[in-house]
């Protein structure tokens, strides 16, 4: 695939379902947890139990209590963006995933750094594997080692103690487009890993399995169908190709197992999620295709042989890019009065779903947790959404549809917890629309990501914390949060659900009743979930925190007013005595742009260059960057902007991961997206002056 490919940069669109908000005084039917695979001293894997429901049994801090929480300790990372993992523990040490294919291993006593290691991540690289590069979200614990994978597509094994590699295998070619940001799962002695490519409309989506000890290769499963006359890998290929139309092969891709993988130790099945289909309008697809297997779908495969088992399409033919690969839960509920192991998934389409573990059936009504005006229902009898065609912005002007969930999901990667206490799911949620159209003049990739504009499409922008019964399909009770993207939750037995906000606050709630416990301002926006173990008989939180356009969250707090602070490892604890410093003031007053300022339809065009090619992913929307390692382009000063050409066709700062566009940005481009920066900076210099004005 040639490089010069214009990125189509798709986020996530969602729609929001009104959901009524009665309380139940009913016990959840639900029944036993399974033992979590060690001890309550430990948090190994990603969602804790072999359940991955981000469940604690631990009850010392409780509802009764979680008001005293206190900082115990914090450690500064040594890196520029924000964590987003969940902190792994074991035997003393919390793990943790930083940018750059920085693994860290700090003291669970003390927060003290013991050891660092680097997987020596080389620029340049292209630019998905460059964004990639900065965005981990998590590790991956097996015995002795802990496993993480690379924005350059490979997967390392780490010796825990000494910090240093054990193995490391190629699992994705960075040079096709491809890039890891998600994290490892094992079980069954494996290792799962599967990329993404940011829906650049390149590739087919697979999942790996390794052997944990050796790093050999075990299987590799597909998720889309390739060309036919290449031959299909499998039975399950040859099928999916039927749903695709015609010459499908050469119009796109997708299907990218980009974060959820579950290993079900209930039935000896690997669980994955699949991204949409690229490009993202159905008419630039195989012509006459129908569900497009395996895109957006729960799929179940043979941990042994990575066999295809079953799956559930959440969104068939998308036009929205809803993905269904954010992880599911493994719980098992009674349903109609019958025990059954299920899968819990909430995809980026807004609704939530319970399927049967052993065939994916589904085995309630599924029923919307944010507004959604894509589909009336899901039609029980077919498990197929009933879509609705005022959703289609393909069929419409060039004024577009405004779309609900929007671009990132009613629910995306952030991880969802489960009580088996209360029988709720603590979800994340986005309540926002986003604008589609097929004006390519200001969209991308056909989509708004310009997610402000949403503010004024007249619906909600907001987040919220639903507490969901999987059972009855409706809310037992939700908090309003301020941006629509917000951090992931954790639950425990003492009758606490936890979740940072993009804001910076560290927050607990009763479990049952949703009640407000606590509140912590870190300073530091918080998009990873939270884990807690206990250590000499005192129980410890611990989250991890910090900002930058990467790590999706710099958009997001630009808008929302956000938290700006530094990243940062944290540890709470009823006996916690630290305090932190006063956090950096943000940057002062923009200075005045350098002169003069650019023709505006020079600017515009810059704009669509800008877009096409996918400097957002990095620096921004709207050239709007937030605190972290990619600098705000809008404060560049004269000097750095007369190095334009050099920076963008030369490769002046790739040794800094700074793609070189040379085969992306033309000669003749150049101008125009030089004025499309400069003028961005005016826009924020003016407002900012307006506002000052206005005091
Ligand atoms: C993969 C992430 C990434 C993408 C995508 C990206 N950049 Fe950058 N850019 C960087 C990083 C990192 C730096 C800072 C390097 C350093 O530390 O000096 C940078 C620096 C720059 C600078 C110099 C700023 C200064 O103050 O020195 C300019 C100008 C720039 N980028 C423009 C662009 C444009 C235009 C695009 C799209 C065509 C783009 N970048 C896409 C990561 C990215």
């Known amino acids: 695939m040639p490089r010069s490919k214009p990125i189509r940069l798709l986020l996530v669109l969602a729609a929001t379902v009104l959901v009524s908000s009665g309380c139940q005084s009913r016990e959840a039917e639900t029944t036993s947890l399974p033992a979590a695979p060690h001890s309550n001293s430990e948090w190994r894997l990603i969602g804790n139990n072999g359940y991955e429901q981000h469940f604690s049994p631990l009850t010392k801090i409780s509802d009764a209590n979680a008001g005293q929480l206190k900082l115990k300790w914090y450690a500064d990372m040594p890196v520029r963006d924000g964590l987003v993992g969940v902190p792994l523990v074991a035997d003393g040490v919390v793990y943790q995933s930083g940018p750059l294919g920085l693994v860290f291993a700090n003291d669970l006593r003390t927060g003290k750094l013991l050891w660092s290691f680097d997987s020596g991540i080389k620029f ?147 669980i994955i999620g699949t991204d949409g289909s690229i490009p993202p309008s159905p008419l630039d697809r195989g012509e006459g295709a129908g569900d497009e297997l395996f895109t957006n779908a729960i799929v179940a495969l043979k941990a042994d042989t990575g066999e295809y088992v079953w799956h559930y399409s959440t969104t068939p033919g998308d036009g929205w890019n809803y993905a269904a690969a954010m992880p599911v839960i493994l719980a098992d509920l009674k349903i109609d009065g019958q025990a059954r192991p299920t899968v819990l998934s909430a995809p980026k389409n807004g609704f939530f779903y319970v399927l049967d573990a052993r065939s994916g059936k589904l085995l309630n009504q599924p029923k919307p947790i944010a507004r959604v005006n894509w589909a009336s229902h899901v039609d029980m009898a077919t498990g197929r959404p009933v879509k609705l065609p005022d959703a289609e912005w393909w069929n419409k002007g060039p004024e577009g549809v405004v779309v609900f969930p929007y671009t990132m999901g009613a629910h995306n990667w952030m991880p969802m917890s489960f009580s088996p206490n209360t029988g709720l799911v603590y979800i994340p949620v986005s309540e926002a629309g986003s604008r589609i159209s097929t004006d390519p003049k200001f969209m991308i990739g056909r989509v708004d990501v310009d997610i402000y504009h ?68 870190t300073g530091s926006a918080i998009l990873g979930g939270a884990s807690t173990v ?124 700074m793609p070189d566009y040379r085969e992306m940005v033309s000669e003749d481009d150049l101008p125009a997206l030089r004025a499309y920066v400069l003028e961005q900076a005016w826009l924020e210099y003016d407002s900012q002056k307006r506002s000052k004005d206005a005091d």
């Open 534 to 657: 206990e250590v000499d008989g005192e129980q410890i939180v611990l989250v991890a925190a910090g900002s930058g356009t990467t790590a999706s969250v710099g958009f997001m707090q630009q808008y929302s007013g956000g938290a700006g602070g530094p990243p940062r490892l944290f540890a709470f604890s009823l006996q916690g005595k630290a305090t932190m410093p006063p956090l950096q003031p943000p940057p002062g007053a923009m200075p005045e742009p350098p002169a003069p300022r650019p023709v505006a339809a020079l600017a515009l065009k810059g704009k669509a260059v800008w877009d096409a090619t996918g400097c957002e992913l990095c620096h921004g929307f709207k050239v709007i960057g937030g605190p972290g390692s990619v600098p705000d382009l809008r404060r560049i000063g004269a000097a750095r902007l007369g190095l334009f050409p050099q920076i963008i066709r030369g490769g002046l700062l790739t040794p800094l991961g």
């Open 124 to 270: 340049p690289l292209g630019v998905i594997p460059a964004w990639g590069s900065r965005l981990s979200r998590g590790l991956a614990i097996l015995d002795d080692k802990v496993f993480r994978a690379t924005g350059d597509c490979r997967l390392i094994a780490i010796d825990r103690t000494s910090g240093k590699k054990v193995w490391e295998a190629q699992s994705c070619n960075p040079d096709e487009y491809r890039t890891i940001t998600g994290a490892p799962r094992v079980g069954d002695g494996k290792v799962f890993i599967g990329n993404a490519n940011a829906d650049s409309g390149v590739g087919r989506g697979f999942v790996d399995a390794y052997d944990a000890n050796t790093g050999k290769r075990l299987w590799r499963f597909y998720t889309i169908p390739g060309d036919p006359s290449q031959g299909f890998e499998d039975k399950a290929m040859e099928m999916a190709s039927k749903t695709w139309g015609k010459e499908y092969w050469k119009k796109g891709g997708g299907g990218s197992v980009w974060e959820g993988i579950t290993y079900d130790p209930r039935t000896d099945l690997v």
């Open 454 to 521: 949403s503010k004024t499409h007249g619906g909600p922008f907001k987040g919220k914390l639903v507490a969901w019964d999987p059972i009855k399909q409706e809310p037992r009770w939700q908090h309003d949060l301020g941006a629509p993207y917000q951090g992931g939750t954790l639950a425990t037995a003492g009758n606490v659900v936890f979740q940072g906000t993009t804001e910076g606050q560290f927050r607990a709630y009763s479990a049952d009743r949703g009640e407000p416990l606590w509140s912590f301002d």
